[in-house]
Structures are given as C-alpha cells and as structure tokens.
C-alpha cells in the first residue's frame, strides 16, 4: 500500500520536470498568427505569455484560439496575444507539492499549470497528462487490491468453479486413456 509519504513530492521532483521542453513564450504584442503558428510546428498546446523578465502574464491555449478568434470571425493577423489570453493564470512552484496541484486543477477545472521558479520565471508547463501519469501507478495498485478483495469475498464460488474444472480435466483425461 502507498503511503502518504509518496504522495509528499514537489513538482521539480517528478521525473519529467527536467525532460520537458521549454515553455512557448511570447510578449504580449505578439500577433495570434505567429504564436499559432509556432504552436503548430512544435505540437503544443498552448504558449505563456510573459514580461521581459520571463515572468507569466498570461496564457494562451488552442481553445482560446478556437474561441476568441475562429468562433468569432475575428482577424488573427491584427489580433494580439493580450487581446485573447487569459490573464494572471494560477502559477505553481517548482517547490509546490504535485498532490496539492492535482485537486487544484481538478476542483478549478483548468488544463495547464505553469511552474516558475522562486524568481517567478518560467520553468515548465505541466498539463493534465503530467498529474495522469502521477495518479497511474495509484490506479494500478488500487484495481490490483479490488481484484484481490473480490476474489477473496467470492472465495467459494472460485474454489467450487475451481473443483468443477479440475474434475473436467480429470475425466477428459480417464476418457481419453481408455
């Protein structure tokens, strides 16, 4: 059984923190068009976007994009980032515990997490996949242990089935030697 223990790890802890790739950043003039266009090319989701200094202003995903510009019609060759970002997003620590985030973006129902640093600069960006594959393992030992329960209530009929098949197996075997 986990203890509460493991759940005790910091989101620079988890194993792809330092595997991530670097965050999409861009200013906040930045047109949709060229964010959009970079989010394309590298297969992300979304971009931060930050002062001069790295720090997070504000987030832009494919929803927004979706959203704010294509649902609407708009121009996304004179639309900014700033026009369309969602604004002083929730921002984690690295030093933050990963089971602290993982009821966050549940309860608030949001996708991407940006982690700075104590500087407040940009880290990473941890997704709903990333805390996915925090709970797998959890998953796994829990369905291993309602299997174990069920097996156990239902002892009985496991060993009458059981009896049932090795009697079959016998007689098969008694038929065929004759």
Known sequence: MQTENAYAMRLMDRPEF????????????????TAAQAMN????????????????????????????VVARKADATSLTLEDIMTRDPR????????????????????????????????????TQGDFVSYTWPDLIYQAKELAKASVG?????????GGIMLYSILMVIVVSAM
Do not use: H
């Open 18 to 33: 330092s595997s991530k790739p670097q965050p999409l950043t861009f200013s906040p003039k930045t047109l949709v068009t």
């Open 41 to 68: 090319e590298r297969n992300f989701g979304s971009v931060m976007v930050v002062d001069p200094d790295d720090r997070v202003l504000g987030v832009v995903t494919e929803r927004d994009i979706l959203r704010k």
């Open 153 to 161: 209530r239902n002892y009985p009929i496991w060993l009458i089935g």
């Open 91 to 126: 921002v984690a620590r690295e030093t933050d515990e990963v089971i602290d985030w993982l009821r966050i973006m549940s309860n608030e129902r949001f996708r991407r997490l940006p982690v700075v640093d104590e500087d407040e600069r940009i880290k990473a960006v941890f």
